[in-house]
């Protein structure tokens, strides 16, 4: 065994996470002074030793780790060892101890188990760890100690190692009792002889003690007679008595039975009317609801029905004025028609006299032209004196007119333009209008469409509202259910909890908590939730369960440990978790089969899958009749037995019972809230209702939307067709002007084209003169000519007035017939048009609005609806009221028959008390009776029937005269018969214990004289194992050097040294031993003789001089002390030790010395066969020394053949070279680091590290 790993984590200088892997052979340990060498060894002893058994918090403080950063709060030591030997009483090879400090915790874990520290110490001890030898682990200053160690330490530590201390304890203590045993032995003397003495007193007052006895034997007969008669009498009175007391106590049951049942009845009344309050509450809130909903209907139904007697009233009005309009129309277009027709022929009429006005007007300007013509030619003959002159004015008048001509023509050619554009314009007047007249058509048709949508939608809309209200009030209901269920929910939840303590009741809440929170599977719930029974079983069945009706059944331990750590996270209360995969199925009282006892697990109806957890609780336990067949049962079977009312025998007999408070019953709370939850799931929610509220609401929603798209598409209509109107009205105006412009246009190309014609014809006449010859006057034919002009003329004037007249007379009739249509007929038969078209809007925005009647039926369906809703809440809240009353008066009765039960219940109470009390004095009676006759003691067979026959009167006299007598003898010692035999017995009592004491005393002398023996050769075979191994090793050190112990005894010259010499004290220390005393010459005996152990060594072999300690130098001192260390380990091997920097005093060749020893220890062993020596032993002295050196010899094979682990510290080289393993210790920032290292990073520490120099030869002396 040894330690294979070494864990550090926030012990002294290593904050963080150390890990050491060490070799089973030589381990050193390197680093600079201060870097924290010392505490890996400090953190192994913090493990190990008791050197850190008992900690204060200001020790553990002292122990985490001091740095920058965040402050540690808690450490750890682990040490792994290797358990391949099983040295260790473990089937583990590899066993972890680990130790685990903190401010306010300081604890031991053994392969990860929390184990206390006496079980630490005892594994420790199993394995060899030896509490007496504490050299496994050498810290520094420990080689100086022992350096500085007297002889009388060295034997204490001797005595120490060879395990003396037990020694002496038992020594002692057989001292202690050999003391008590002489104190015993000299008071039984004295009790003996004050025995003897009082012996020979008694001897003379027997024979009147005799006589005196003989009258008291008949006194306690009489007594006892009495006593006997009164016992019985008191027993009959208590017989009687228990009979009344059972018929009382029957009637008494009833009584409170009756009471419960009263009392239960009216627990159920209040809670009905309760409940009844509640419902009548909410029925009223209901109520108000819809007598507000009612109030809003009725209004709304008085508003439609206004509307509709307006609409009604308007429609008739509307219909007599559309019937006027219409007729005015009618005779109004009858009258445009002949308006039009009346314009027709005057426009002909206009039309003929015009061109006829025009025809003539022509003739006469062409005659007046002819006629000015020559005219002028007379009087251009009379202007110009020659035709050249003439020629060149005419010439000068056909320019001039031909200019004028052109003029005229351009005219003509524009008016001609302006015409076509105006006729153009005029065509497009006419197709705006067809169009327009189209669309309003169109859209008058559409419009009709879309209020006929309008109206099928507000049907649709109050037939969605409608259902929504008839839904909104099924989801009140729901709710006002729901809430009723949830009130009686909470109520049975909170009379559940009430039977249950408040920390359970914490603990179950939280539960709930987290597996909501966390999503947590496999929590079945409380016992009492999963099973049912019936209500007779009630009691019996609470009674065996107990509070554990409230443990939690989950499915695995898993479960179960994950809820108890957020259970204790929270503080939350208590909680028993039963999971089901660690629970198995007890044996069960299914077997029993008898009609006065079934087992309780029959009458439970639960899943197959709780069996386990049913089991548990109620398995082992049956129903029965009585406590008799219980107690019966529970003898045969080993079982538990319980009656229906809760009175139980265990399996070991014991019987519980008495008065039960059935209010408080668990398992009824948990079956009401069973069918509360029922009613819950049964009454389902509202939330289908309130899906289909919503449903609804969206429909509405929907159809509000599509009656405003409606809408808006109808207004858009309307515009359309005012706007269509209001293009037509625009298209007659403009078609009026342009007809106008047209005619005048007209008129100016016929005055264009007949100035043309006259202009045309003067400059024809004017070419004409010109051709013509130069005369002074006119022609005959010229002459003529103007004769007849100037007749002609006056006849076209007349004719042109006269035509003129007749198309003055037409213009004028056209223009009244014109302006009578255009500013008359056709405005009012426009006006009348857009009246019926607004009365027809009018009607359609009614029937739009309205659907009055329709609406209006709706609100009375619904008016009559919430009357007849109004009525049905009305009756239940006078039904609610009503059996409110009932309940009311129930409850007034239940409580005056309260009140009489518990008058009769104090009644019964007050009888019980009486006949308790009567009960109680005769029992007291009867006990006394009982005790005087045991007191009377032992009497005659025949003492109750010599005097059984007589009266008591009778015996109370004899008594009497019996006392009186007895009185003679009030001198008497009563007791001298008893006192002589009590004494003598008591002196044979004396007598034996007083041999037993003697027995007892050589028995503590003879095992104080082995005690002796014992430490005595417990002392030689360690000295001599220890001197032994001292030599050896202090040879193996030094070359050629010797050293001797040599242990001192209180002669200065008997000596015994590590050769085995003794003088001649010895065999008188033998023959003490053997006559079981102390030797001669001693107080004590045994090992007190021995004053100290001292060293002699010689650093020159056997020839040079012998040295004491104080005279060796500091280096040859330690080179002892380490011998005398590595004597001891030999002496009492152990798998592993710990030096720390033992090498620091030494010169560089001991150094290399004891770096080669600890090397060849901690080398495996070699494969060589061990040679055991026997020989023959003699017998005594001889025989002991051989056994002695046998067991050295074995010890020593022991030690050879198994390899030790060293783990040392060290600055100097001699000790790495030979190391399995090399560690470097690294320190900074305050914290120290491990790690392993090579050969050549081990000397570079070595040189760098500041240790002191090797010691100089001068320092050493030898001798």
């Not at 006589?211 to 009687?240: G, H, M, P, V, W």
């Not at 032993?1177 to 020593?1196: F, N, Y």
Request: glycine fraction near 4%; aromatic fraction near 4%.
């Amino acid at each position: 065994m040894y330690i294979d790993r070494l864990v550090i984590e926030g012990f002294k200088s290593y904050k963080d996470r150390v890990e050491v892997q060490f070799a089973p052979g030589l381990n050193v340990i390197l680093g600079r002074n201060g870097a924290g060498k010392s505490n890996v060894f400090a953190a192994i002893e913090f493990v190990l030793s008791n050197k850190y058994s008992s900690l204060r918090a200001e020790d553990r403080q002292r122990l985490l780790h001091e740095g920058s950063g965040r402050a540690v709060l808690a450490a750890y030591v682990e040490l792994v060892f290797n358990n391949k030997d099983r040295r260790f009483p473990d089937d583990k090879d590899v066993v972890t101890l680990r130790r685990v400090i903190g401010l306010k915790k300081d604890e031991f874990l053994l392969n990860n188990r929390h184990v206390s520290k006496t079980q630490v110490d005892n594994l420790l001890e199993s394995a060899g760890f030896s509490r007496s030898n504490p050299y496994n682990i050498v810290q520094q200053g420990k080689v100086n100690a022992l350096v500085k160690m007297t002889d009388k330490a060295r034997l204490d530590l001797l005595k120490e190692i060879a395990g003396t201390r037990v020694y002496d304890q038992r020594r002692a203590e057989s001292l202690r009792i050999m003391h008590d045993t002489d104190s015993c032995t000299a008071q039984i003397a004295e009790i003996s002889e004050s025995l003897e003495a009082r012996l020979q007193e008694l001897e003379g007052e027997q024979e009147e003690l005799r006589q005196y006895q003989a009258l008291d034997r008949e006194r306690r007969s009489l007594e006892y007679t009495i006593f006997t008669l009164e016992q019985n009498s008191a027993e009959r009175k208590l017989a009687a008595l228990e009979n009344d007391r059972q018929k009382a106590h029957k009637e008494a049951e009833q009584t409170h039975a009756e009471a419960a049942s009263i009392a239960e009845s009216l627990t159920n009344i209040e809670s009905e009317i309760a409940l009844l309050e509640g419902r009548q509450k909410r029925l009223h809130d209901q109520k108000q609801v819809l007598q507000a909903h009612l109030q809003t209907t009725v209004k709304e139904r008085a508003r439609c029905e206004l509307v509709a007697r307006d609409h009604a009233k308007h429609a008739a009005g509307n219909a007599q004025r559309r019937q006027a309009l219409t007729a005015d129309l009618e005779e109004l277009e009858k009258r445009i028609g002949e308006v039009r027709a009346q314009l027709s022929d005057a426009s002909a009429k206009f039309e003929d006299a015009k061109q006829a006005e025009v025809t003539t007007q022509a003739r006469l300007d062409s005659c007046r032209i002819q006629l000015d013509e020559l005219y002028a030619k007379r009087g251009r003959s009379a202007l110009f004196k020659s035709r050249s002159a003439r020629d060149a004015y005419l010439r000068e008048q056909i320019r001039k007119s031909e200019q004028a001509c052109a003029v005229e023509r351009e005219k003509e050619k524009a008016y001609g333009e302006e015409l076509q554009a105006l006729e153009s314009r005029l065509q497009d007047l006419k197709s705006r209008h067809e169009l327009a007249s189209q669309q309003i058509q169109q859209s008058m048709a559409e419009s009709q469409q879309v209020s006929g949508r309008l109206g099928e939608l507000k049907k649709a809309r109050d037939d969605a509202t409608n259902e929504r209200k008839q839904l909104w009030r099924q989801e009140s209901q729901f709710e006002s259910d729901n809430a009723e269920l949830k009130e009686r929910l909470h109520r049975a939840e909170t009379s559940l909890y009430s039977t249950m303590p408040r920390d359970v009741r914490l603990g179950l809440q939280a539960v709930k908590e987290i597996c909501a929170e966390r999503k947590i599977t496999g929590v079945f719930g409380m016992v009492c939730e999963l099973f049912t029974t019936e209500p007779t079983f009630y009691q019996c069945v609470q009674t065996t369960a107990g509070n554990r009706l409230f443990h939690v059944v989950v499915d695995t331990d898993e479960t179960a440990s994950v809820l108890l750590e957020n259970i204790r996270r929270m503080r939350a209360g208590r909680v028993t978790f039963m999971p089901l995969n660690k629970l198995k199925v007890s044996p069960s009282s299914m077997y029993v089969e008898s009609s006065d006892a079934i087992p309780m697990l029959d009458k439970l109806v639960f899943k197959p899958q709780f069996l386990p957890a049913m089991s548990q609780l109620f398995g082992k336990t049956v129903i029965v009749r009585n406590l008799d067949v219980g107690a019966a049962y529970s003898r045969e079977h080993g079982m538990n037995a319980i009656t229906l009312d809760g009175d139980q025998v265990n399996k070991k007999g014991a019987m519980t019972g008495g008065f039960v408070d059935t209010k408080a019953s668990p398992l009824k709370a948990m079956a009401d809230l069973n069918d509360v939850r029922n009613a819950v799931a049964a009454a389902g929610s509202s939330a289908s209702v309130r899906e289909r509220a919503r449903i609804k609401d969206q429909e509405v929603a929907a159809i509000l939307g599509d009656m405003q798209a409606c809408d808006a598409q109808r207004r858009a209509l309307r515009d359309r067709i005012v706007q269509a109107k209001d293009e037509t009205a625009q298209v007659d105006s403009e078609r009026a002007i342009v007809e106008s412009e047209l005619a005048s246009k007209r008129d100016a190309v016929h005055a264009c084209v007949h100035n043309i014609e006259q202009l045309e014809a003067s400059i024809q006449a004017q070419r004409t003169e010109l051709s013509s010859p130069f005369r002074a006057s006119l022609s005959e034919a010229e002459s003529a000519r103007l004769a007849s002009l100037t007749e002609e003329i006056e006849s076209l004037n007349r004719s042109v007035i006269a035509i003129s007249e007749r198309r003055a007379k037409c213009e004028a009739d056209r223009a009244a017939l014109a302006d009578d249509l255009s500013m008359n007929l056709v405005p009012r038969q426009r006006d009348l048009r857009a009246a019926l078209d607004a009365l027809q809007e009018e009607d359609a925005e009614v029937g739009e609005d309205g659907d009055a009647d329709t609406e209006l039926a709706s609100l009375r369906k619904q008016e009559t609806d919430t009357l007849r809703e109004l009525e049905r809440i009305e009756g239940d809240i006078a039904a609610a009221q009503s059996r409110i009353g009932d309940l009311t008066a129930q409850a007034e009765t239940i409580k005056a028959r309260e009140s009489e039960i518990r008058v009769a219940i104090q009644e019964h109470t007050r009888r019980m008390e009486k006949i308790v009390n009567r009960a109680s004095l005769l029992m007291n009676k009867k006990d006394s009776c009982v005790r005087s006759i045991r007191a009377l003691g032992s009497l005659p067979s025949a003492a109750f029937e010599t005097y059984g026959s007589q009266p008591i009167s009778s015996l109370m006299d004899s008594l009497a005269k019996c006392n009186t007598e007895l009185k003679k003898y009030s001198h008497v010692n009563k007791k001298a018969i008893d006192q002589f035999t009590a004494f003598t017995e008591q002196r044979a009592q004396l007598r034996d214990r007083k041999a037993e004491l003697d027995r007892g005393k050589v028995a503590i002398e003879q095992c104080i004289a082995h005690l002796d023996h014992q430490k005595e050769e417990a002392i030689r075979r360690t000295f001599k194992g220890i001197a032994k191994n001292f030599s050896q090793v202090f040879a193996e050190l030094v070359p050629g050097g010797k050293a001797t112990l040599v242990i001192q005894t209180r002669r200065d010259t008997d000596v015994v040294d590590s050769s085995g010499e003794e003088d001649s004290h010895e065999e008188e220390e033998e023959e003490a031993e053997r006559r079981g005393g102390p030797a001669a010459g001693e107080e004590g005996g045994g090992t007190d003789r021995y004053t100290g152990v001292g060293i002699k060594v010689s650093f020159t072999g056997a020839g040079g001089t012998v040295l004491a300690m104080t005279q060796l130098s500091g280096g040859q001192q330690t080179i002892v002390a380490l011998a005398l260390i590595f004597a001891i380990q030999r002496c009492d091997p152990f798998p592993f030790y710990l030096f720390d920097e033992i090498d620091s005093n030494l010169d560089s060749a001991h150094r290399a010395a004891v770096a080669q020893m600890i090397a060849r220890q901690s080398r495996p062993p070699r494969s060589e066969d061990d040679m055991d020596v026997d020989g023959a032993h003699g017998s005594g002295e001889e025989a002991e020394e051989a056994d002695l050196e046998a067991t050295e010899k074995q010890l020593e094979r022991e030690t050879s053949s198994r390899q030790t682990q060293f783990i040392c510290t060290t600055f100097r080289p001699e000790l790495s070279e030979y190391a399995a393993g090399r560690f470097g210790v690294f320190y900074a920032n305050k914290v120290s680091q491990v790690r392993a290292i090579t050969a050549e990073e081990g000397r570079a520490i070595l040189e760098s590290s500041e240790a002191p120099a090797d010691l100089d030869d001068d320092d050493r002396r030898d001798d």
